[in-house]
């Protein structure tokens, strides 16, 4: 039985689209019932950890564990180190940093998720606070998402790639694959930054390579955006592959014999 703390992506894994990923509630019961030191994280820039309990509770599933968002993290840093922040995130977000927006002298550009609203002039306008001397903070750098009912579209992350490549700067991720972000999850649950971990994603590169380069025990599962076969690069970073929650289950309960 697993002995270490887990930690569990968020879409993909245990929301699928806009629904529940089969299996949830049992899964969710498993953790309970061994009382395995658990969080929830999601890489979104769309929304806080109080909107995510509020789905659950709106789909009358049950959660005990935290739950922690890249959103919520990215408040709490610049909060912590700026006065001034110029954020492009989605508008139902911005309002958690109404005290700091500034987008005339800002002493750091916050990227999250503005989906559509990606455009040259956007881009244009981070370019140039960057090029002078402006901090760079990514809440994420995924490369893309799957948006329900609209399919895989990009996200994020090659806009910010872009950026860092036109003013020769890299950017503060805050987000996964982000060693802080990882272990923020692991503070919240009081869990040793340090001591090894169990992660459970869909993201080869968000949550298997960064979790793995901390020395954790990976589950892939096959729910979300990696399909079957995934490419040999990422072998390495995977220790076991699971088609569904029950699979994990499976896994987390006798995780010293499972194979991938």
């Known amino acids: 039985m697993i002995n270490k703390p887990l930690l569990i992506d968020l879409d993909g894994v245990l929301r699928i689209g806009n629904s529940p990923a089969h299996g949830l509630q049992d899964f969710l019961s498993f953790i309970d019932k061994y009382n395995i030191n ?3 994280l999601s890489n979104s820039s769309l929304y806080s ?7 659950f509770e709106d ?3 049950k959660v005990k564990i935290p739950i922690i968002t890249a959103i919520d993290s ?4 610049v909060s912590q180190k700026y006065k001034r922040v110029a954020v492009f995130c989605d508008e139902k ?6 005290e700091l ?6 002493e750091a550009v916050l990227i999250g998720d503005i989906g559509n609203e990606w455009n040259y002039k956007i881009v244009q306008q981070i370019f140039e606070f960057v090029q002078n001397g402006t901090e760079l903070i990514a809440i994420h750098k995924n490369k893309f998402w799957n948006k329900p009912n609209v399919g895989t579209q990009l996200d994020a992350g090659p806009f910010i790639h872009a950026i860092e490549f036109a003013t020769s700067s890299q950017a503060t991720l805050i987000g996964k694959p982000s060693n802080l972000y990882f272990r923020s999850a692991l503070n919240l649950i009081n869990a040793n930054e340090q001591d090894p971990f169990v992660m459970v994603g869909d993201d080869l590169d968000s949550d298997m390579t960064g979790a793995s380069k901390l020395d954790a025990e990976t589950i892939l599962i096959y729910t979300g955006k990696t399909k079957k076969p995934f490419p040999n690069i990422y072998k390495p970073y995977v220790n076991y592959t699971a088609n569904n929650l029950y699979d994990v289950i499976k896994i987390l309960k006798n995780l010293n014999t499972a194979k991938g």
């Open 101 to 106: 927006l500034d987008y005339q002298n800002p």
């Open 49 to 55: 950890s109080n909107v995510v309990y509020n789905y």
């Open 74 to 77: 990215a408040h709490q840093y």
């Open 59 to 61: 789909h009358s599933i």
């Open 93 to 98: 977000v911005k309002p958690m940093f109404k």
């Open 38 to 40: 658990s969080c929830i």
